[in-house]
């Protein structure tokens, strides 16, 4: 019974390519996040949404967008895809925010090569 | 600010042995800890979690991990290790405005 869903699981685009990665979840949870997370390193938030408001993490490039259509799905847009953003995106959910003691569920990943 | 360490950026231990990995937090409040397993090509599972109580926290996979304040530590146990407990261990906490903060994670090898 799959609860975050993260499609496709490996996605490969041409340098500068738009790209765009989804997400949707079963739960039915408030937020929606987007992580970042490059070979042997730790996930980096790259936006988070808490219902239909977006909060873009400071160092978050401009060339990386979210929307969130409706509470069971969310899109990751790169617009012009760098080598340097081939990684691991990870989607995850929960309820409420962080601080309100939430755990986040994550997906499997969609890991992104970009040629 | 708020910051997760963990010092082993790899350990190898054989079937069978117990196992400990540490995890150091720099957070001012009362943390909120979170750990969480990768295997390769995955996304996160959690493992367990403290929020507040009893300092030794029970997880999934036999897991357990105990809340020491006084060393700002949050490390993970378990008794026997399996061959399927091979992968990338994370330690979270959450911080000011509901932000996760990872370590860099521990690769755990398990030989046979």
């Known amino acids: 019974d799959a609860m975050v869903i993260q499609n496709p699981r490996y996605q490969v685009t041409q340098f500068g390519k738009p790209v765009t990665l989804s997400c949707s979840q079963t739960?039915?949870?408030?937020?929606m996040y987007w992580y970042q997370q490059k070979s042997s390193q730790a996930p980096k938030l790259l936006f988070h949404?808490?219902?239909?408001?977006?909060?873009n993490e400071a160092d978050t490039p401009d060339n990386f967008q979210s929307r969130r259509p409706n509470t069971s799905f969310c899109f990751l847009d790169i617009r012009s895809p760098g080598l340097g953003d081939a990684a691991m995106y990870l989607c995850?959910?929960?309820?409420?925010?962080?601080?309100?003691?939430?755990?986040?569920?994550f997906g499997p990943g969609t890991r992104l090569l970009v040629l | 600010a708020q910051s997760v360490t963990q010092p082993d950026i790899h350990i190898t231990v054989s079937e069978g042995a117990s196992l400990e990995l540490r995890c150091n937090y720099s957070?001012?409040?009362?943390?909120?800890l979170f750990w969480y397993v990768q295997s390769p090509g995955q996304g996160l599972q959690l493992l367990l979690k403290?929020?507040?109580?009893?300092?030794l926290v029970q997880g999934i996979k036999g897991f357990e991990a105990e809340f020491k304040r006084s060393q700002s530590s949050f490390n993970l146990r378990k008794p026997s290790v399996h061959w399927s407990d091979a992968a990338e261990y994370f330690c979270?906490?959450?911080?000011?405005?509901?932000?996760?903060?990872f370590g860099t994670g521990t690769s755990l090898t398990v030989i046979p």
């Open positions: 995850a959910t929960s309820r409420g925010l962080a601080g309100l003691q939430e755990t986040q569920y």
């Open positions: 739960l039915n949870h408030n937020v």
């Open positions: 949404y808490y219902d239909k408001d977006f909060n």
């Open positions: 957070y001012g409040a009362t943390p909120y």
């Open positions: 403290y929020f507040s109580g009893d300092t």
């Open positions: 979270a906490v959450v911080g000011t405005g509901n932000q996760f903060y």
